[in-house]
């Protein structure tokens, strides 16, 4: 699945639950794994002191990945430690991405002060890294205990680069939770937003009993779909989960009453899969549940730094 994972160090406190997963993974998929450190470029009354600050950083490193390592019980891996200065951490680490060829990489979420929203850096990597980003919230679980769901929609009536995306989303989750020996729950909105339209249009001409006929035909004719793509990607071992309304609004819901520990999702091109997530949405989804993020890139994807 993945090859060459990139685990961006963030400096805190929580961090080192979101490294041991980077840890679990590299050593399920027998990957390579290399932390990367940034800081920012020292003003001139302070440059003398900048490989003092390059050796403390390392060594800030090396002890994270030692309590890291302890966490997920995990030994015989020597990851490579890079110490680097930067003007915008996302930007260094979309340029190491394209530099050595990582597929996959791996951090903590950073939030503003109130908790809630993430911050900017993070959702310009979510947006513009050419690979797979995987995003753990502070304090997350270990994978080898985590619940994960993976949002799909349904395949299109000719080949698309949705129904491309949509096929690897389930491979990856159905992979992922293979390491683990875990059952992927699989998650697809269906919107009846356009009956309701016309309804509120005609002034309430469709009776309740026709709307009720619609919506069940909309739900069987959407779960049908779902079961015929996962019929291609997904295996056996699996549980589908049909939700009825906006992705922005109901998903981030369900994530957080569930309790889901990670979601696996994808984008299409520069915005998110048409239909499922988009602009606004996806940010929705993201800042508002509480579940860490696996975020698929499509093969050919061009990243706009260079």
């Known amino acids: 699945m993945f090859k060459n994972i990139l685990y961006n160090v963030s400096h805190t406190r929580t961090e080192r639950q979101a490294l041991a997963n980077a840890l679990l993974l590299a050593e399920k998929m027998d990957a390579e794994l290399t932390l990367l450190a940034t800081y920012s470029a020292l003003d001139d009354e302070l440059i003398g002191y900048q490989e003092v600050l390059k050796d403390s950083i390392y060594q800030y490193s090396e002890q994270l990945l030692q309590e890291a390592a302890a966490i997920a019980g995990v030994s015989g891996l020597t990851p490579e430690i890079k110490v680097i200065s930067s003007e915008h951490n996302f930007v260094d680490v979309v340029r190491s991405v394209i530099e050595y060829g990582f597929d996959l990489v791996v951090k903590e979420y950073s939030r503003n002060d109130n908790g809630f929203y993430i911050v900017s850096d993070d959702m310009s990597m979510l ?28 395949l299109e009536l000719e080949e698309t680069s949705t129904n491309i995306m949509s096929l690897a989303l389930l491979q990856t989750a159905h992979e992922l939770c293979g390491l683990f020996g875990q059952k992927v729950n699989i998650i697809s909105c269906y919107d009846t937003t356009m009956v309701e339209m016309v309804n509120d249009f005609s002034m309430s001409r469709i009776s309740d ?45 369900y994530l957080n009453r569930k309790k889901i520990d990670c979601l696996v999702l994808g984008t299409i091109g520069r915005s998110w899969i048409p239909g499922l997530i988009i602009g606004n949405s996806a940010e929705s989804i993201v800042n508002e549940s509480k579940s860490s993020v696996l975020v698929l890139k499509p093969k050919g994807f061009v990243s706009p730094i260079t």
């Open 209 to 253: 009993a026709e709307m009720k006929s619609i919506e069940k035909n909309y739900k069987r004719a959407h779960k049908q779909e779902i079961e015929n793509l996962i019929e291609l990607a997904a295996g056996d071992d699996y549980s589908f989960t049909q939700l009825k309304g906006l992705p922005k609004e109901v998903i981030p819901a």
């Open 127 to 154: 947006r513009k890294c050419p690979c797979a980003v995987f995003m753990f919230q502070p304090g997350c679980r270990k994978l080898d205990e985590a619940l994960i769901s993976v949002a799909i929609k349904p």
